[in-house]
């Protein structure tokens, strides 16, 4: 089986794979970012997963707090919002599930392994958001390398 | 029906919970849940108990899904059934699965996916 002769650094396929995930396991629908789109008010939250096969590299996913909050509540049917443990568990799986389907969109053939997710409290970034997820903003930066 | 005892294993005790309440939701007769994050413990609890599925992650820290199901195999373990619960959907995933479990699902698994698949389990067991 031969190596992949490109990077998959191409942002459609990440970006539909954050779109399937919201909508298959979240029943949340991911926007586009207005032009006015407002700074964050409130603690962010970051998940980094990184993965290892064909090519290696890192996902990072940040969102506000309350989004997570709000995905967690989706998830589980519970609100867990006080719940600091499941809350960083959920953003950790979150990025873990867009990683997965990303790297089975644009790698089928291969094998990865994916790290458990390191999650940490983030500043929001400087850059645009890469979607709207239930009205509110979520990065998504990928770093892939051989 | 004999009520099934089943172990959960992921390294997300979110997605724990998830399954475990998909496996409520099936209305399966159920005599006990347990669960393990990741294949050394799940090693642990079945050599302490008696289950009849194991629902196994793939990329867990410690011991990943993978080793788990091959040790069980190497053991030449009959039991548990194991079923894979993975957001890696490839075919290549699937082909290194063969042999190794009986269910390959997709992550987040769906209550009626766990259903049908503890239905089938639960009647073969019946049977």
């Known amino acids: 089986m031969n190596l992949p002769t490109a990077l998959p650094t191409d942002r459609a396929a990440l970006d539909r794979a954050l779109a399937m995930v919201a909508e298959e396991s979240f029943f949340a629908m991911i926007d586009p970012v207005p032009a006015d789109v407002s700074a964050v008010d409130g603690p962010m939250i970051g998940a980094r997963v990184t993965f290892e096969g064909a090519f290696s590299g890192a996902l990072n996913c940040r969102m506000p707090r309350a989004l997570a909050e709000e995905l967690t509540a989706a998830f589980t049917g519970e609100d867990l919002s006080a719940d600091t443990a499941a809350v960083d568990d959920l953003a950790g799986e979150f990025a873990n599930m867009v990683c997965g389907r990303w790297l089975t969109d644009v790698a089928p053939q291969w094998l990865f392994r994916l790290d458990h997710p390191e999650v940490a409290h983030v500043a929001a970034p400087a850059s645009a958001p890469s979607g709207m997820l239930n009205g509110q903003p979520i990065w998504l930066e990928l770093t892939v390398e051989k | ?121 639960a009647n073969g067991i019946a049977d």
Do not use: C, H
């Open chain 2, 1 to 121: 029906m004999k009520p099934l005892n089943i172990l959960i294993v992921d390294d997300s005790a979110t997605m724990r919970q998830f399954v475990r309440r998909a496996v409520q939701l099936s209305e399966v007769p159920v005599a006990n849940v347990l669960e393990a994050a990741n294949g050394k413990e799940a090693l642990a609890v079945i050599d302490a108990n008696e289950i009849d599925a194991l629902f196994t992650d793939i990329n867990m820290p410690v011991m990943s899904g993978p080793e788990l199901l091959r040790e069980l195999q190497r053991q030449g373990r009959e039991t548990p059934a194991r079923i894979v619960v993975s957001t890696d959907g490839s075919e290549v995933r699937r082909q290194e699965m063969e042999g190794l479990a009986r269910w390959y699902v997709n992550k987040p698994v769906r209550p009626e996916v766990v259903r049908d698949v503890l239905n089938e389990l």
